[in-house]
């Protein structure tokens, strides 16, 4: 397959987009991001960053902390809307009708119509030319209670995740190819995991108890 060579960029895609909320008691503000991620798992630590000249970034900077709230399909005009403007003029969840929740360990607010709001509290700011990364350690995470099964399970295929990809929105809406660890996976083994997947796609139809 030929290729065309590009100038090197912010070419990784796609990458979530999230609406990072923050706050220090008397403000409280959302900024959406699509630079964040995962760097370690015990203790998990994530990542967000900033544009310097953002409102937000005093805001986190300043306190310490701020709160992932994960994105859908639904909550897409919102996410873009809390990306292109800013906090220093408008009150972004009154704006787009979002509910301010109190969280869990952190005292920025989370985003009640988030299905999955993370936690974080900031343990290193990496200082760049044009952003700032604020590394954070995950302190807590809550999930909407419609995500998980009656065996406990969390169900992420059901929230309508939202992606971004070279500056547009998708939903994240498609049955997935393969869970991790299916290319080694022996052929019992995935045969059963077909016929559970035919199980509960099955219970979930209309008119089935």
């Known amino acids: 397959m030929a290729k065309k060579v ?29 630079w964040t991620g995962v760097i370690n798992s015990e203790p998990p630590m994530t990542y967000v960053a900033v544009r310097k000249t953002r409102y937000s970034h ?4 300043r306190t310490g902390e701020f709160v992932i709230n ?10 873009d809307y809390c990306g292109v ?26 985003i009640g119509e988030s299905p999955v709001s993370i936690e974080c509290k900031v343990a290193e700011i990496k200082e760049y030319p044009t952003h700032d990364m604020f590394i954070a350690e995950i302190v807590s995470v809550s999930v909407d209670e419609e995500l998980i099964d009656h065996k406990g399970r969390l169900c992420m295929e059901k929230a309508g995740l939202l992606a971004y990809n070279h500056g547009e929105y998708y939903g994240i809406t498609k049955q997935p190819i393969g869970r991790f660890g299916y290319s080694v996976m022996k052929p019992k083994t995935r045969k059963r995991i077909a016929t559970a997947r035919r199980r509960n796609n099955s219970a979930r139809k209309p008119g089935r108890s």
Do not use: W, Y
């Not at 990458?15 to 008397?26: E, I, L, N, Q, R």
């Not at 994960?70 to 996410?79: D, H, Q």
């Open 85 to 110: 403007k800013s906090g220093r003029d408008i009150d972004k969840f009154k704006e787009q009708h979002l509910t301010p929740v109190d969280s869990v360990i952190v005292k920025c607010p989370s």
């Open 6 to 34: 590009f100038k090197p960029g912010t070419m990784l895609s796609p990458v979530p987009a999230v609406m990072v909320s923050c706050g220090d008691g008397d403000v409280k503000n959302i900024i959406t991001i699509a």
């Open 58 to 61: 005093d805001i986190i900077e």
């Open 70 to 79: 994960l994105t859908t399909e639904k909550l897409a005009f919102a996410t």
